[in-house]
């Protein structure tokens, strides 16, 4: 299976969407093409921050339709998958790959704790019905409470040629850098997971990062890479100190919502989150957003 164009800066875009929740059409194909103009390499249709759990499956699949079609073969558009049950994970996949998703993203199951054996029979499933397309696992651990082992991907990675790579957003080096280890001896792609730490998961041996920044600050992000694999690495890890203030004001704020309300202060009019979110109000939080764009000099 070729995976060689499984690299660089991937973004998990943002979703807008109108005063009835339903996907912006017009906006969203702006979307695409100012990150792939900044310089992205790939495109993640509802990823964490495109607030996949907020989107109806039918609305999931005329968006996927909708980017696949303005991306235009120009990057890859992979399909993010965060549902519960392994069935729909399946259905979910299938439908992916009927529309032009150049690969899949599964993050691992939230809400329950399952056991290794069922997280095993779960991305095993999943990798088995779409035999022919790339799949990504989605370390989150803050997000769903727990964390896959190194065991458990090193397990898939060498016994599913579709099972590929791993976006890995622990923000836990050592455990970034033990999925890169353990699954260096095949051709399993890790990207990091976290925007402050794209330079150093590269130097760990990640092939790039999937990064919430390349939708509002693309350029800053992909300096880091394109810096980075061309080897100067000096440039590169400056790039990250210019960008990482920019990224942690994002923290205070209500998750995902300061993707959306970043965006908007650049000018990239996204519009709202899905309720029960709300743009962050004028107050200290937003302030400390506004200042740091302005030092970066991105507004």
């Known amino acids: 299976m070729n995976t060689d164009f499984i690299?660089?800066?991937?973004?998990?875009?943002?979703?807008?969407?109108?005063?009835?929740?339903?996907?912006?059409?017009?906006?969203?194909?702006?979307?695409?093409d100012y990150v792939i103009n900044?310089?992205?390499?790939?495109?993640?249709?509802?990823?964490?921050?495109?607030?996949?759990?907020?989107?109806?499956?039918?609305?999931?699949?005329?968006?996927?339709?909708?980017?696949?079609?303005?991306?235009?073969?120009?990057?890859?558009?992979?399909?993010?998958?965060?549902?519960?049950?392994?069935?729909?994970?399946?259905?979910?996949?299938?439908?992916?790959?009927?529309?032009?998703a150049a690969g899949i993203s599964v993050l691992q199951p939230m809400f329950l704790k399952p056991t290794e054996t069922e997280l095993y029979n779960h991305f095993k499933t999943i990798a088995e019905s779409i035999p022919e397309t790339p799949m990504l696992l989605y370390n989150n651990p803050g997000r769903v409470g727990y964390t896959m082992t190194a065991g458990l991907v090193e397990r898939l990675a060498k016994e599913f040629d579709n099972i590929v790579g791993m976006k890995d957003t622990s923000g836990d080096i050592t455990?970034?850098?033990?999925?890169?280890?353990?699954?260096?001896?095949?051709d399993f792609k890790v990207f990091g997971g976290k925007d402050t730490l794209l330079y150093a998961s590269m130097c760990h041996g990640a092939v790039g990062g999937v990064c919430t920044a390349?939708?509002?600050?693309?350029?800053?992000?992909?300096?880091?890479?394109?810096?980075?694999?061309?080897g100067d690495l000096n440039g590169s890890l400056e790039a990250q100190f210019k960008l990482n203030p920019v990224r942690l004001s994002m923290d205070p704020a209500s998750f995902p919502v300061a993707a959306k309300d970043m965006a908007n202060l650049r000018g990239r009019n996204v519009g709202l989150p899905?309720?029960?979110?709300?743009?962050?109000?004028?107050?200290?939080?937003?302030?400390?957003?506004?200042k740091e764009m302005e030092t970066a000099g991105l507004i």
């Not at 690299?7 to 979307?31: H, M, Y």
């Not at 455990?175 to 095949?186: C, D, K, L, N, Y």
């Not at 029960?276 to 937003?286: C, D, Q, R, S």
């Open 274 to 290: 899905y309720k029960p979110n709300i743009a962050t109000p004028e107050g200290p939080v937003l302030g400390q957003i506004r």
């Open 38 to 100: 900044g310089g992205v390499l790939g495109i993640l249709a509802f990823g964490s921050n495109g607030e996949f759990y907020a989107v109806e499956d039918d609305e999931m699949e005329r968006g996927l339709k909708i980017m696949v079609d303005q991306a235009a073969g120009r990057v890859p558009v992979y399909f993010g998958i965060g549902a519960i049950s392994t069935k729909k994970c399946c259905r979910l996949a299938k439908m992916a790959v009927e529309n032009g």
């Open 214 to 230: 390349a939708n509002f600050m693309p350029e800053l992000i992909t300096d880091v890479y394109n810096k980075f694999v061309a």
């Open 175 to 186: 455990q970034t850098a033990e999925f890169i280890r353990r699954t260096r001896g095949t």
């Open 7 to 32: 690299k660089g800066v991937i973004v998990p875009i943002l979703t807008p969407i109108d005063e009835n929740e339903l996907i912006d059409e017009a906006k969203l194909r702006d979307q695409v």
